[in-house]
């Protein structure tokens, strides 16, 4: 049965991280998968998370199982920052359950809107690939519009004509905060021209938020989400832990459901259970569980949203000095300076990301996505100059 599967590409952005592992080069520099990295380029648990684990170690008197739905003290802690301390249900409106990371989050929300009937994902182009590789695995036809306008600014011609066309068995997904792969953002003005747009439409909207205050801050950044919501019946919401919280490898998310109705909610969410059941039975919980430790404890939370600061001011200094350098060759690096979270495209073409990644040890994704927070005041001077050289 198993002997003709034929062999798939290895997940070319998680390739990177071998190809980059094998170069001996001392001073090869690691822009490819997501992840934050300090001035030293070191991916540290946050001090927050340790002090939650060593909590969590002392206090825990049981790994008996919790259910699908995970732990729910860590889904509640979170919906304040979400959604907002006014309104952090809607009215009873909001529920979510835990799920394993992100991915686990957005590959919930896609299945159970295709329970729901479902067949297309309306999605910017580009993407973070896995959008459209989820739904290739559920049978889900993708549908993209241009989401980057030639000048590093959103292109809202794109969305605009994406919406009009949108129809009832759609899903529109639209990044949060910290677009993923380009760093490119809607302003307040164009969330609220979105989330006008949305309430005319049939379609439902998902909003991937993987970044939440690695942009401008865990209020501005939830901004788009809470635009869109107070002016939608009904909307999903995948929310990632990992980058936030320092906790990748984890795997904390969490899938958040509004529904038209509170009444509907029970039975909208006994399809994440019963297909969470399906899929992994439950999350895992211990990086949940620290997650609820830090919100629960007002000095721990101080101690997170101080890390997170400095992580955001890190990657702002570096994005400062790209907008500064501007033109690297044929490639203009001042629209980085406007961008937000961990990455932005450079613009270089497929044949460029080889020959800077040979020439000078610089690791990058195919489509020229780098991660910011790979570059250090060691090392930006010189992924500067590799650029200029490869596009000269
Ligand atoms: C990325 O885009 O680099 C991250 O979201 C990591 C991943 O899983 O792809």
Same mark, same amino acid.
């Given at each position: ?64 199982y919790?259910?699908p ?16 301390? =006014?309104?952090? $249900? #809607?009215? /009873? ?7 394993? %990371?992100?991915?686990?989050? +957005?590959? !919930? ?17 580009p ?24 000048? =590093?600014t959103? $292109? #809202?011609? /794109?969305?605009?004509?994406a919406?009009?066309?949108? %129809?009832?068995?759609?899903? +529109?997904? !639209?990044?949060?905060?910290c ?12 969330w ?18 993987a ?9 501005? $950044?939830?901004? /788009? ?51 969470a ?16 430790i ?9 101690q ?29 690096l ?37 991660n ?13 100059d ?7």
């Amino acid at each position: 049965m198993l002997a003709h599967l034929e062999q798939q590409p290895a997940d070319a952005l998680l390739a990177l991280i071998k190809l980059h592992d094998a170069d001996p080069r001392a001073d090869k520099i690691d822009l490819g998968v997501g992840v934050y990295r300090t001035g030293q380029g070191e991916t540290p648990v946050f001090g927050a998370i340790k002090a939650a684990e060593r909590v969590l170690v002392d206090t825990q008197d049981s790994k008996a199982y919790l259910g699908p739905e995970g732990d729910m003290g860590f889904v509640r802690a979170l919906m304040p920052y979400v959604f907002g301390e =006014g309104a952090p $249900d #809607m009215g /009873g409106r909001i529920e979510g359950m835990q799920t394993p %990371g992100g991915t686990g989050s +957005l590959r !919930l929300a896609l299945a159970m809107a295709k329970r729901a009937g479902a067949t297309r994902l309306v999605v910017g182009n580009p993407s973070w690939p896995n959008h459209a590789q989820i739904c290739r695995d559920l049978g889900l036809e993708v549908v993209e519009f241009n989401h980057a306008a030639p000048d =590093g600014t959103a $292109d #809202m011609d /794109g969305i605009r004509k994406a919406i009009a066309d949108g %129809g009832e068995h759609d899903v +529109l997904m !639209l990044h949060g905060c910290c677009h993923n792969p380009t760093g490119i953002d809607y302003s307040e003005g164009e969330w609220d021209e979105i989330a006008g747009l949305l309430a005319d439409s049939p379609m439902l909207p998902l909003i991937d938020l993987a970044y939440q205050g690695l942009g401008h801050g865990m209020e501005e $950044d939830a901004y /788009g989400v809470r635009r869109v919501l107070v002016s939608v019946p009904e909307a999903m919401v995948s929310y990632s832990c990992d980058k936030n919280f320092g906790l990748y490898r984890d795997r904390v998310g969490a899938l958040y459901v509004m529904a038209r109705d509170a009444a509907d909610l029970p039975a909208i969410m006994s399809h994440g259970h019963a297909l969470a059941r399906a899929n992994w039975s439950q999350p895992p919980d211990h990086g949940g569980a620290a997650v609820r430790i830090v919100l629960e404890d007002e000095k721990l939370t101080e101690q997170w949203l101080d890390e997170l600061d400095q992580m955001r001011e890190r990657m702002r200094q570096m994005r400062a000095r790209l907008a500064q350098a501007g033109q690297a060759g044929s490639v203009d690096l001042s629209p980085m300076g406007q961008q937000n979270g961990l990455f932005s495209i450079v613009g270089l073409t497929g044949e460029q990301v080889l020959e800077i990644r040979e020439k000078h040890g610089v690791y990058m994704a195919g489509s020229s996505r780098i991660n910011v927070a790979g570059l250090t005041a060691g090392n930006i001077e010189k992924f500067i100059d590799a650029v200029a050289d490869v596009s000269a």
